[in-house]
Structure formats: structure tokens, C-alpha cells
């Protein structure tokens, strides 16, 4: 069970952090990700973590936003700086096991930047 928090609102150009508790996962066997969803558009990818390995971005938040995660306990995080309104959305914590590819997903915490 993947478990987000720290959504919100918050104003143009404010931060936020978005915490995963990922304590029932294996840190060194899933990679971790956090997706967003805006009303009416696809579910993106934001960000994503390889157990002591790369990071990557979307383009849309590279420079802004930065992936972590701590092994014990295993939690992810998401700070989020700079944000927009176009960063509006549900975001998700995600945990993809390496080899078998299965997909875990929380249940989403909203974040909301008005224009």
C-alpha cells in the first residue's frame, strides 16, 4: 500500500512537498514514481527514482521539482517549487517492480495552484 500526503493549495510560485510512505515496499526492488492527473488529460509521468540510480523528469518540471527517497523508511517524496497553475492536478505515488514491471498505486492527493 502506497499512502501520499502533503497536497494542497498553494499560490503561483509557492512550494509544496508530496510525501509516499512506500514502508511495505522493498526499496532495492521497485523503482519510484510520481504521476499526475489533471481533470480531463491522461495521467503523466512526473518523475521517477531507480533504487540507488538515476532520476528523471518531464520536461515540463525539470528544474523545478525534485524526486527523493530514503531507504529506512522506505518513503518518497516529491518537492515541488516554483509551481504553476498548469501544475494542478491529482499526483500520484507510483512502485514499479523491477522485474516483474507490476504497478502499485496510491490513492492521489490533490494539488491545486490557482491562476
Known amino acids: 500500500q502506497l499512502v501520499e500526503s502533503g497536497g494542497g493549495l498553494v499560490q503561483p510560485g509557492g512550494s509544496l512537498r508530496l510525501s509516499c510512505d512506500a514502508s511495505?515496499?522493498?526499496?532495492?526492488?521497485?523503482?519510484m514514481s510520481w504521476y499526475r492527473q489533471a481533470p480531463g488529460k491522461d495521467r503523466e509521468l512526473v518523475a521517477s527514482?531507480?533504487?540507488?540510480?538515476?532520476?528523471n523528469y518531464a520536461d515540463s518540471v525539470a528544474g523545478r521539482f525534485t524526486i527523493s527517497r530514503v531507504e529506512v523508511p522506505h518513503m518518497v517524496y516529491l518537492q515541488m517549487s516554483t509551481l504553476l497553475p498548469e501544475d494542478t492536478a491529482v499526483y500520484y505515488c507510483?512502485?514499479?517492480?523491477?522485474?516483474?514491471?507490476?504497478?502499485?498505486w496510491g490513492q492521489g492527493t490533490q494539488v491545486t495552484v490557482p491562476s
Open positions: 527514482s531507480f533504487p540507488r540510480g538515476p532520476t
Open positions: 511495505e515496499f522493498t526499496y532495492t526492488q521497485y523503482v
Open positions: 507510483n512502485a514499479r517492480h523491477l522485474i516483474t514491471r507490476e504497478d502499485y
